[in-house]
């Protein structure tokens, strides 16, 4: 029996061709089957489907036709954020460019552990994360540039940077946010077994700077200030100029998360939104948000490279010393992952093929699409807006309805398959939530989701 032939090497691409039409095909087949942003039935039917499929997922003799099934019955089964209709969560579409830059990337699997396993894509890197650093900080003298991190995603990004402010006060550190922020941070804090945090109440959906003051003149010892930049509930921006002055005249040390948020940076007619930004030590950006990149794409922008220090690490078979002198570049320090894919490449391409200018203009787009949204809303006779949006993120409800009717009829959505929308709760009333960021949205596709709203609402 022949050994299965490989994705890389002098026949990869050769062996990889009649698979990518595989690929496509089914990703094709699989939509249509589908017929809509989410397939109908709820989990049941689902899972249903899934094991009808694939049967034995570890059978004695292998199916040549495998791939083509499950790539089918994942594309049947998914919820697909191109779908205009598919509108719940911070979840993009990711631009064609990136996902074959990320092909590319699985195809030739190098990680970034050490130099030897990544020559090219270390460098990659190297440039790709200084540019989005500089995006933060703006450009520093040479001497001690801003730097940033590749991360999963705005999760691990957080958790690094409460680590860093833990190191840099020699281990005791106590985290103070609003209620609005995610809630990686208090769960960063109890990962690194921190205090419990100052949780500061946030009536209006943003963080206080009166009520931010009050906390830090109350609570001594090294504190560090988590402002958010995107609030995943309603895509609200903290006062960050505000923050960062009382942050400073108590000494206090901040970090903003911009995962939601960040991609503002790209857009000129945006960015002010972020003004303050580069007051923070440590900044949160996510680009499988507001960046339209495949599934994972974080970073952890740091304004002085020297409080990565904390994470350098030896390992004779990965950074020996003598290598490292000898020029070799010393890679751990870099993540807290070992084995780490190029997830730059896909990041880098899309950098560079769009442009500031083309990234700017799909930022521009999810705006107007939300704004659009929003008018909608306010003129429609039986749906109550939240407020005017801040990013892309628009809340609304069917006036008059309980919660409980609201919860059920995006459910009754869900289990149809017809449209797909958040829910969250504010003002003590649950809201339906619909995150654009599908550049491709008409202005029809907002009015048909508003109308089964409607039409699945009972009067």
Known sequence: MSSPPLASGPDGTDALRPLLDTVLDALDTGRRARGGPLPAGGPEAVTAQVRAAVGDILP?????????????????????????LCAAHLHCPPLAVATAADLA?????????????????????????????????????????????????????????????????????????????????????WLLGLPDPVVLPTPTGRLDPDTLDTALTTHQGPLLVAATAGTTDAGLIDPLPEIAARCAAHGARLHIDAAY??????????????????????????????????????????RDPADLTPLHQRADYLNADDDTDAGLPDLLGRSLRTTRRPDILKIAATLRTLGRDGLGALVDQVHTHAQHLADLVDAHPHLTLHTRPTLTTVLFRPTHATDDTVAAVRRRLLTDGRAVLGRARLDGRLWLKATLLNPHTRPDDLAALLHMVEGNTPR
């Open 60 to 84: 004695a003799h292998g199916d040549p036709d495998t791939l083509r099934t499950l790539v089918h019955t994942l594309a049947a089964g998914t919820a697909d954020p191109a779908d205009p």
């Open 105 to 189: 990337a699985s195809a030739l699997n190098p990680s970034l552990d050490s130099w030897d396993q990544a020559p090219a894509a270390s460098a990659l890197e190297t440039l790709a994360t200084h540019a989005l650093a500089a995006e933060v900080y703006g450009h520093q003298p040479p001497g001690a540039p801003p730097d940033a991190l590749v991360t999963t995603g705005g999760t691990e990004s957080n958790q690094l940077a409460l680590l860093l402010a833990r190191e840099a006060h020699g281990g005791t550190l106590r985290l103070v946010h609003g209620a609005n922020a995610h809630h990686s941070l208090p769960r960063a804090a």
């Open 261 to 302: 948020g960040g991609g503002l940076l790209f857009s000129d007619r945006h960015r002010p939104l972020l003004t303050g930004l580069d007051t923070a030590h440590t900044v949160t950006l996510d680009l499988h948000k507001l960046g339209w990149q495949p599934v994972a794409a974080g970073l952890l922008a740091v």
